[in-house]
């Protein structure tokens, strides 16, 4: 452990470390109270305290939470827009001299990427926790029974085609979680990066050219406008939260789903008999490229998630989270299917097949991108969800959805 600020001798009576977090999973959170429970043995006089909000809850109770009295030590970030926003309204502790203190031991303990992503304008908020790529699980006895080969999913359009197939044998092709919006933006997301690249999303983001309303961004909502056109997903998805959705997939009412890391994992958790699809009966497939796209088929979306520090935190949480995020530790959550881990050293951890091939496709990425509603921040990116679902449900043409999100982008900078 690298011990930042405190010790078992030196730490101050009475500290409290207040830890907010939405994890669900009651096994995931025994793991996290086990090393807090072991921290605090080790460290007399520190006091770790869990607290838990609703994933919807916690965005919109964030804002004002951090604000109070209340506020917590440290809590779960997605990074992108989102955190550096909050960096810039001062509520959170700069931490850069910490992660550079000893020739920069602990920033170096993390995977650089995860670094990268919590880092603004030279600043560190947040300590790096875990990385994650989306891509599509797919049911392989629905597949086979459609005479769908997943190997052969290369395109778009071989992605489409095996849609049709899934529908004309009886199938809904996929679980789609419309309810929270989210779920849904993955796929422009991907579609915007398999069709512009690195480059053209980075000239989207800083204004260069059109924009999002450049080409690229409005085939990538007319290629949604097609998947939506299939009716691919199951009755009522735009009602469907994303745990609905985990649930279609595992009760076997849906052939695919476009998720985290983690799916497998939690479709059994909110499978109807708390089971869900058996792990062999559970393959994994990287979104498809676009004809004459400038994205590459190793260009991954995901989540490179962080514990960010508040401004108030007292010193103790620093030192608790270097504990935290240690490759021990790390390297155990990942064993117990958890994370794909920041920590340098922790890879050995991920065992689980399906996890493990989410780890190598981020091992070979070739560009690895936030998620689109946190890269751009929490006004953009709130309508960036709006305009996926509403392109994909036919609400709104591909040209209105650019229009919409580039005017969010130039009304975020007024």
């Known amino acids: 452990m690298l011990a930042l600020c405190t010790t078992a001798a030196t730490a101050s009576a009475d500290a409290v470390v207040k830890w907010l977090h939405l994890e669900l999973n009651p096994e995931y959170v025994k793991i996290w109270r086990g090393i807090a429970d072991k921290y605090q043995a080790e460290h007399p006089g520190v006091k770790v305290e869990m607290q838990f909000l609703e994933n919807e809850a916690f965005k919109a109770k ?58 603004f304008d030279g600043k560190v908020s947040a300590v790096p926790y875990k990385m994650g790529t989306v891509s599509f699980f797919y049911n392989k006895a629905y597949f086979t029974k459609a005479g769908v080969d997943a190997a052969s999913i290369k395109t778009w359009d071989d992605f489409l085609g095996a849609v049709k197939k899934l529908k004309d044998a009886g199938i809904v092709p996929i679980a789609g979680g419309g309810g929270e919006k989210w779920p849904i933006h993955f796929y422009w997301s991907y ?31 007319e290629q949604l406008a097609q998947l939506g056109k299939l009716e691919p997903f199951q009755p009522g998805y735009l009602a469907t939260t994303w745990p609905q959705a985990l649930g279609v997939f595992g009760d076997g009412k849906a052939a695919m789903i476009l998720g985290f890391e983690t799916t497998e994992a939690f479709q059994r958790r909110n499978a109807g008999d708390g089971k869900g699809l058996a792990s062999d009966n559970i393959g994994r497939f990287a979104f498809p490229v676009v004809a004459g796209g400038a994205g590459k088929a190793t260009d991954t979306l995901g989540g490179i998630n962080a514990w960010a520090v508040t401004a108030k935190a007292p010193p103790e949480t620093l030192d608790f989270l270097a504990y935290l995020t240690n490759a021990e530790n790390e390297r ?66 591909p040209e209105e959805g650019a229009q919409a999100i580039q005017d969010a982008v130039e009304m975020d900078k007024m």
């Open 332 to 397: 155990m959550m990942a064993k117990a299917g958890m994370i794909l881990p920041a920590a340098v050293g922790a890879e050995d951890g991920v065992t689980n097949p399906l996890l493990r091939e989410s780890a190598k496709q981020l091992e070979t990425s070739t560009w690895h991108q936030n998620f689109f509603d946190q890269e751009l921040g929490p006004s953009v990116g709130r309508v960036v969800n709006d305009a996926s679902v509403a392109i994909v449900s036919g609400q709104m043409s």
């Open 191 to 221: 579609l915007v990066m398999r069709n512009a690249g690195q480059q053209g999303f980075d000239a989207m983001k800083t204004g260069a050219g059109d924009g999002f309303v450049a080409p690229e961004a409005v085939k990538a909502g």
């Open 62 to 119: 964030l804002p004002t939470l951090l604000q109070s009295a209340d506020a917590p030590s440290f809590f779960y970030s997605w990074g992108g827009g989102v955190l550096k926003q909050q960096q810039a309204t001062g509520a959170l502790k700069d931490i850069s001299d910490k992660m550079k203190a000893d020739g920069g031991a602990w920033g170096k303990s993390y995977n650089p990427a995860a670094l990268k992503a919590v880092t």
